[in-house]
């Protein structure tokens, strides 16, 4: 069963969110928030598997919550998904660093937003490579400065093998498709993955992704 909790200042959204999830089998929406602080507050007590959302609210917003809940050691399992709209996109970035699994338009189809939920609790990063450049380009690569970057103290520390698979997660591979590049199996693969989240102190792969471009072990349309 996949417990979800869904966060969005307007009621209506929280609503037609709520009830497209409800109608679904092997996922409860366990609760609901309008603002931030309702958002942290609740997943505190519930520990849902997944927290829609919503970026724009009064108070507390979308970031800053998304910020509290990925660093309680108490929400470790918990991933966040957020809900956004196209202006949005320049937010998008300093959610990810936030700790969001990733992102759905709030436009999406019903079966895209029930895949979306399962696939973050499933452990995944919902990023796709390109929406990914994308966001990279815009909003966190220095426009005009090529100088080189130095490299991140806590990169330093993966192994060989580990910053390979760094890589291949910043290019959308998923844990499957790592261990069949590698020849290894899925199981290495994933304890590969969550050893390097560990020693670069990230929450979910979304962080590995921003991660290798703002280090600049990937280079956008090097994917």
Known sequence: MTRVLVVDDQSLIRQAVSAILDGVDGVDVVGEAPDGHGAVSLARTLHPDVVLMDIRMPG?????????????????????????????????????????????GKGAEPDAIVRAVRSVHAG????????TRSLITRYVLPRADS?????????????????????????????????????????????????????VHAHDRAQLVILAYESGLLEPGGG
């Not at 490299?151 to 910053?163: A, G």
């Not at 910043?170 to 499957?176: C, D, E, V, Y």
């Open 60 to 104: 507390l917003d979308g970031i800053a919550a998304t910020a509290a809940i990925c660093a309680d050691p108490e929400l470790a399992e918990t991933r966040v998904l957020i809900l956004t709209t196209f202006e949005e996109d320049e937010y998008l970035v300093q959610a990810l660093r936030a700790g969001a699994s990733g992102f759905i």
């Open 124 to 131: 995944d990063a919902l990023l796709s490579p390109a929406a």
């Open 147 to 199: 100088a080189p970057r130095p490299l991140p103290p806590e990169l330093r520390e993966l192994t060989d093998r580990e910053s390979e698979v760094l890589l291949l997660v910043a290019r959308g591979r998923s844990n499957q498709e790592i261990a069949d590049d590698l020849v290894i199996s899925p199981h290495t693969a994933k304890t590969h993955v969550n050893r390097i989240m560990t020693k």
